[in-house]
């Protein structure tokens, strides 16, 4: 049974093991918290694949870089005990924004980016600059791209070139 909401601390995000992870391994690792038991047991298979829109062929090779990165141990078949969650400044994400066609739409490394900037909100409105970009490892040249992608997905407005105001999630929580 998948939880409601999905918590993701923002010293796990700032992490260098956990940025020299590919976006797309970094997202399936959010996908397989959603998916978690309260035991931190994920079941993800082909199915669970299917609706994170991830390949079979890229969730396996993205299993593998968890499993060798020390962030998931596997127990059983398609069953993993989930690691390193974090702990401090944490967004709670409504488990069913994950599977939204809005947000699974998105390329991993364009749903890194509008988690980091919840990471980096106060008051839905986020300040994520050359500073704030580096420190989450983003290529800042390239992160103008992403927000367009992410506006247009009417996840946020941009008030100006660094300010951007995050669309309201219900359910969606920063916790500090």
């Not at 995000?13 to 590919?22: N, V, Y």
């Not at 669970?48 to 059983?76: P, Q």
């Amino acid at each position: 049974m998948m939880p409601s909401a999905v918590k993701i601390t923002k010293e796990l995000f700032l992490s260098p093991d956990f940025q020299a992870l590919s976006y797309g391994t970094r997202m399936l690792y959010v996908a397989m918290l959603a998916e978690c038991d309260s035991a931190g047991v994920c079941t993800f298979d082909i199915d669970a694949a299917n609706d994170y829109d991830f390949s079979y062929n890229a969730m396996k090779a993205n299993r593998k870089a968890l499993k060798d990165a020390g962030f998931v141990e596997c127990v059983g078949a398609s069953e993993f005990l989930m690691l390193r969650q974090g702990e401090g400044k944490a967004v709670t994400l409504p488990a069913d924004f994950l599977l939204s066609d809005s947000f699974v739409k998105l390329k991993s490394s364009d749903q890194l980016i509008y988690l980091a900037l919840w990471m980096e909100s106060n008051d839905r409105v986020a300040l994520f600059g050359k500073a704030a970009t580096e420190k989450y490892g983003f290529n800042y040249m390239t992160i103008q791209t992403h927000i367009e992608t992410i506006r247009q997905a009417k996840l946020l407005r941009c008030k100006d070139i660094e300010e951007y105001r995050l669309m309201p999630v219900e359910g969606l929580e920063v916790i500090s």
